[in-house]
């Protein structure tokens, strides 16, 4: 595509694509207005590293280790349940949880706690509310943890005061026995015993005080550093993002239906599109039928016989030279580049001139046969004075051999191919183009590539109402012969 075209296309589509955006912007905030609003709160707690075992069992983790732990506490069951009771909230766990978020803060001891409501006085309360259920589950634990330590000290030293008085029990009856070395000397076993006895009780008893001291002392493992305050505005909808969302939505459909438009505005369908965007004459409209039967076979179809013999009497005027040759060229494949020879090769025949009609539809073959073959290779056809050869001209210098020997077999051959390479050795050059599929653009790029035709033309193909378009199609014969030798237009 050339900067002309694309500067062109630019400014027929501006404006509607300007239109698209706007449309989409509009759409979004509608959609968005309709949206529920959700505001989103946000608190700041300080984990204390000393206290971090409250929560934690007491084991060896890493600071990175506690915040995770401490997180995971602040979204746990029994503190959402109770943060969401306190507020007034009878949401289920599951569902309450989805709008709470608490992530730690990296390279800090600080948990950003989030939590999340339709409006923005409940969302900053549930995040505050958060925090105070949480210290008080760590404090819940912190009870049972101390309790559950100063019962097992006291059960110690309940053990150890029992003991010391066995152990006094023993003493005094070996005190009560005759003296003796003996009884001596298990006096003296039992008082240090007795004596060992005492001071693990007395230890047990102060390990007893120290764990109620402690209970005393130790302080919230969790510490607001910011409290959550009522936002200004929702955190979602998003509304800025939607309407970029929707601007870009909107240019994509703007962009998706130019393409569609250009594309259809792109095919061309009458005879004075095809003469406005070529520049070059149209020598015939071939109305919309069936296929042809064969390569020499013409429906019986009156409007194309009288398209074939139009086509036939506007190129005689422009090519009067006999013998001559017509190539005849598809814009793309399928264009009906072979429908269109054979038609116009009968034609021809019925005319009375003896002609030659090169076609590679005819057969499987997909070379050109040798000179000495030509005869051999050549096929009659159920038309009068056509003759059918099967071939596939590639070559240059041997398709000039093989035509200067038609010449000599035929008035008129009719080569139905696809190189332009051919273009130097013929008389004249007729594009098909068809209606319905035929492309501007590929047929500017064909045009382009045949440029060089002594005589260059275009036939419409599979056209509608071509009885109507032919009685109103402003090239005449004597002005179709008269266009076709001038220089090649609009090829730019």
């Known amino acids: 595509m050339s900067s002309a075209e694309i500067s062109s ?80 909230l009878a949401l289920p766990y599951e569902t309450a949880a989805q709008n709470v978020d608490a992530a730690p803060l990296r390279g800090t001891q600080i948990i950003v706690l989030s939590a999340r409501a339709s409006d923005p006085d409940t969302a900053a309360k549930l995040a505050n509310q958060l925090v105070v259920a949480a210290v008080q589950q760590a404090r819940t634990v912190q009870a049972g943890q101390a309790a559950a330590r100063r019962a097992q000290v006291t059960d110690v030293a309940n053990q150890l005061a029992a003991e010391v008085a066995n152990r006094a029990r023993q003493l005094e009856q070996l005190r009560g026995q005759p003296g003796g070395t003996v009884n001596d000397a298990a006096q003296a076993a039992s008082q240090a015993a007795l004596a060992d006895a005492e001071q693990r009780y007395a230890a047990a008893v102060r390990s007893v005080s120290e ?82 039967a064969a390569a020499t076979t013409l429906v019986d179809s009156p409007a194309a016989l009288e398209a074939f013999r139009r086509l036939r009497t506007t190129l005689r005027l422009a090519v009067d030279r006999r013998p001559s040759t017509i190539l005849v060229v598809g814009a793309h494949p399928g264009a009906g580049a072979s429908t269109v020879a054979s038609g116009l090769a009968t034609a021809w025949a ?30 009659p056809t159920p038309v ?23 010449h000599g077999l035929a008035e008129r ?21 068809d209606a319905r599929s035929t492309r501007g653009r590929d047929t500017k790029q ?14 419409l193909n599979q056209a509608e109402a071509v009885s109507a378009q032919a009685a109103k199609h402003p090239t005449t014969e004597s002005s179709a012969a008269r266009a076709g030798a001038q220089p090649v237009k609009g090829l730019r």
């Open 446 to 459: 064909k045009a382009r590539a045949l440029a060089a035709a002594r005589v260059l033309g275009t036939v």
């Open 350 to 379: 019925r005319a009375g001139e003896q002609v030659v009609l090169v076609s590679p539809a005819a057969s499987a073959v997909s070379h050109e046969p040798s000179l000495e073959d030509v005869h051999t290779a050549l096929q």
């Open 9 to 88: 296309l630019v400014r027929r589509w501006l404006w509607p694509a300007m239109l698209g955006v706007l449309l989409g912007v509009v759409a979004a905030a509608a959609i968005t207005a309709q949206l529920p609003r959700v505001y989103s709160a946000s608190t700041k707690l300080l984990v204390t590293a000393g206290d971090s075992g409250v929560l934690t069992g007491g084991g060896n983790l890493t600071a990175d280790q506690v915040l995770t732990t401490y997180a995971e506490v602040l979204k746990s069951r029994p503190v959402v349940e109770a943060t969401f009771a306190d507020v007034g």
């Open 413 to 433: 051959v009719v080569v139905d191919a696809a190189s332009p390479s051919l273009v130097p050795h013929v008389e004249a050059v007729v594009l098909v183009v």
């Open 384 to 406: 009068d004075r056509l003759r059918l050869l099967p071939a596939n001209l590639s070559s240059p210098r041997r398709t000039a051999s093989l035509l200067t020997m038609l």
């Open 211 to 292: 764990q109620d001291l402690a209970a005393t002392r130790n302080g919230d493992p969790l510490s607001t550093v910011e409290p959550a305050v009522p936002p200004l505005t929702p955190s979602s909808p998003r509304l800025a993002l939607n309407l970029a969302l929707g601007g870009l939505f909107g240019l994509v459909l703007a962009v998706a239906l130019a393409t569609a438009v250009e594309l259809r505005r792109d095919r061309i369908t009458l005879p004075d599109t095809l003469r406005r965007r070529l520049g070059l004459p149209v020598f015939g409209v071939i109305p919309r039928v069936h296929a042809l």
